[in-house]
């Protein structure tokens, strides 16, 4: 049997769920609809959310870019599809990758191609480009650069 929940109660769960970590709108949405609550209920706790200041997309989306860049060493393209995925608006997502500095950004793609490279067993020549390049897009990385480092670390 469903257990009916109150405002009230959805309201101070929702709270926890945005201050343990950032959360966009989707996530919300996602996390209020199983709690099967009427829409006026669910309007009513996200305009709490945003008026307290727990729900803030630009936050998120900083907090995201940061996040990801840092710790899984994501390219801006990666970036970019996640939090258009998460339905971010494109001035949030501009705000976002401001967050990542041109020089942190090379230098790391630099040391995750370079580590990537050195991993791969792989004797023959097209071989390892396939795997690097792959790699490297996979993660969101601009194609001009993959081109360039590959074409650097792997000479035809």
Not at 32 to 56: D, W
Not at 70 to 81: E, H, P, S, V
Not at 92 to 119: G, P, Q, R, V, W
Request: hydrophobic content about 35%.
């Amino acid at each position: 049997m469903q257990q009916s929940i109150t405002v009230k109660e959805a309201t101070s769960k929702m709270e926890r769920y945005c201050a343990y970590q950032e959360r966009c709108h989707k996530d919300i949405m996602n996390k209020l609809a199983t709690m099967h609550l009427i829409p006026e209920a669910k309007e009513k706790i996200i305009l709490h959310l945003l008026e307290h200041n727990f729900l803030n997309e630009e936050r998120f989306a900083q907090s995201f870019a940061r996040g990801k860049f840092r710790i899984k060493k994501w390219g801006k393209q990666r970036i970019i599809k996640e939090l258009k995925f998460r339905e971010i608006s494109e001035y949030n997502i501009k705000t976002a990758l401001k967050e990542i500095s041109d020089k942190d950004y090379l230098t790391t793609f630099h040391e995750l191609a370079e580590k990537k490279f050195d991993k791969i067993r792989e004797s023959e020549k097209n071989k390892q480009r396939k795997k690097l390049v792959d790699y490297l897009l996979y993660r969101g990385w601009e194609t001009h650069l993959v081109f360039e480092k590959v074409n650097e670390l792997i000479p035809f």
